[in-house]
């Protein structure tokens, strides 16, 4: 029998406080906090870039132990300006300001250390912000490692997984024409901030969706229907692909080079045997870095948070700290 979010998680809590922090640049950032005021602080790191937290997020955390901080990165989410808006600038959104910006939330929630856990993108920002700020983390729970190497965002976005879901990608590709895709990610770039809505709302919706479609192990066609929406399709892509053509702002290998300054961290590393998004060579290649922290390999799955074995570790880690 397949399990749900109700067997592996933690029940629904509504937040206890919500706000909006002006972080510059124009920026504001929505964040809310759940759980116990007085508990062992976790900040929670979405993916994308340009996912957005959802309600769930907060249910892989004890209610009663953990103070549960949830924020949306800029330009997606509930905080303002959108990257959905035609004329949305991304100059002032790079990994560097997020990392600003969490440094910003933690000092002004009057928090000492917190725990940061984050998955995909998240994954990224939270070895970002670790290695800059180590003595504000107490642990790290990453999942769907994912490091922005140049192979790893060939493989997505330039046909590698293309050989298994051509299907998929066919869909994908049919948005440029073929003299530009020797270089997807650039002529993505080109139309998703072309101001015209008939230009970047298909191309937003195209590359969310190709995302939505092979992050889990089997396919969810309500999930791809959702993330579909213009509203969030446009500002996920755009954010996505700005970041990407960017390299992440990252030295190549940065993230991974760095590693070993981070190794007094305790880290649980989460990882799906059959993740077509963010493929495990990553997650091993951190581990080998970090040979003291927890790998943990869940063999029957993809990427996705939501399927049931990553769930379950993840929880796992989360209750291991909070003890």
Aim: net charge negative; charged share 20%.
């Amino acid at each position: 029998m397949t399990s749900t979010l109700d067997d592996d998680l933690y029940p629904a809590i509504e937040p206890y406080d919500t706000g909006l922090l002006l972080v510059g640049d124009g920026h504001r950032i929505s964040y809310e906090q759940s759980g116990n005021p007085d508990g062992k602080p976790v900040v929670f790191l979405h993916g994308g870039p340009g996912g957005g937290t959802s309600a769930w997020n907060r249910r892989f955390f004890d209610p009663a132990k953990y103070r549960i901080i949830l924020f949306d990165q800029r330009g997606c989410g509930r905080s303002t300006p959108h990257a959905s808006d035609p004329n949305a600038d991304l100059r002032h959104n790079s990994t560097w300001h997020l990392v600003a910006d969490m440094e910003l939330l933690r000092r002004n929630l009057g928090i000492r250390q917190w725990q940061v856990f984050g998955g995909s993108w998240g994954s990224a920002l939270a070895l970002a912000y670790a290695q800059t700020h180590p003595d504000a983390v107490s642990e790290l729970v990453l999942r769907g490692i994912f490091t922005l190497r140049r192979e790893e965002l060939e493989w997505f976005y330039e046909g590698g997984a293309a050989a298994i879901y051509p299907d998929l990608w066919r869909a994908f590709e049919q948005q440029i024409p073929p003299v530009e895709r020797g270089h997807m990610m650039e002529a993505y770039h080109r139309r998703l901030f072309d101001p015209d809505p008939r230009v970047h709302v298909p191309a937003g919706v195209a590359w969310t969706s190709w995302e939505s479609a092979t992050v889990t192990l089997r396919p969810d066609p309500k999930a791809v229907t959702q993330k579909a929406d213009p509203h969030h399709a446009v500002a996920f892509a755009r954010i996505e692909n700005h970041y990407f053509v960017n390299g992440g702002w990252f030295e190549e290998g940065q993230l991974i080079a760095n590693a070993p300054r981070i190794a007094h961290i305790p880290t649980v590393i989460v990882q799906g045997r059959y993740d077509m998004c963010t493929p495990i060579m990553t997650a091993f290649a951190l581990h080998e870095a970090l040979p003291d922290a927890d790998f943990v390999v869940v063999d029957d799955a993809g990427h996705s948070a939501t399927e049931p074995g990553i769930r379950r570790a993840l929880r796992a880690a989360t209750d291991r700290f909070a003890a």
